[in-house]
């Protein structure tokens, strides 16, 4: 099989995660890989942890679980840091992306030893300022197409935009807040 790049994600519900994991197996989709996204809760509610999975792929994937080693993980909520093992099977190869207006040498020895890539980004900053709500799943996604380069950069925000169009037709600033905060998190995610 090709290369599969396998991404966790880690969020509380009604902060986007299961919504940015679905969002990137779509533009992933639309550049001709194979995908599988999927979000894994129970009878949560608001405010309660969620897990949701990309796989990424060139070839058709006959895998149909959950993910337990992924190639990275992100975390939309830095509170999760202390309450769910989020670097557990993570590869070293891979990376952590945070979002935190901390910064990776801050929060690596917050990871329990976990010798791989660490980067952050203050989606929660980014998102307040670009579309008006503290809701950080559109920052994050941004910033782990930048970090993981799963997508053409180019090819994701096209899928994006057209995306945002479809969805938010009545609704043009909402489309450009969107976009504005993914360009500006792709520019402003730091790592090590």
Not at 88 to 105: Q, R, V, Y
Request: glycine fraction near 10%.
């Amino acid at each position: 099989m090709s290369k599969m790049v396998e991404v966790r994600w880690h969020g509380r519900g009604g902060q986007g995660a299961k919504t940015a994991s679905l969002l990137l197996a779509d533009a992933a989709f639309n550049t001709g890989k194979f995908v599988q996204g999927f979000p894994e809760y129970g009878p949560e509610r608001m405010g309660a942890p969620i897990t949701a999975y990309n796989r990424i792929s060139d070839e058709r994937c006959p895998i149909h679980s959950n993910i337990y080693e992924p190639d990275y993980v992100v975390v939309v909520d830095a509170t999760l840091l202390s309450a769910v093992d989020v670097t557990g099977g993570l590869k070293k190869e891979g990376a952590i992306i945070i979002n935190s207006a901390k910064s990776p040498e801050e929060l690596k020895p917050l990871l329990e030893g976990y010798e791989g890539g660490v980067y952050t980004i203050d989606a929660g900053k980014i998102a307040e300022e670009e579309i008006g709500r503290n809701i950080p799943n559109t920052p994050m996604l941004g910033a782990v197409v930048k970090v993981s380069g799963v997508i053409p950069e180019a090819e994701f925000f096209k899928d994006m935009e057209a995306s945002m169009h479809h969805k938010f037709a009545n609704k043009p600033h909402v489309i450009e807040g969107n976009m504005k905060a993914l360009r500006r998190s792709m520019q402003e995610v730091k790592g090590l």
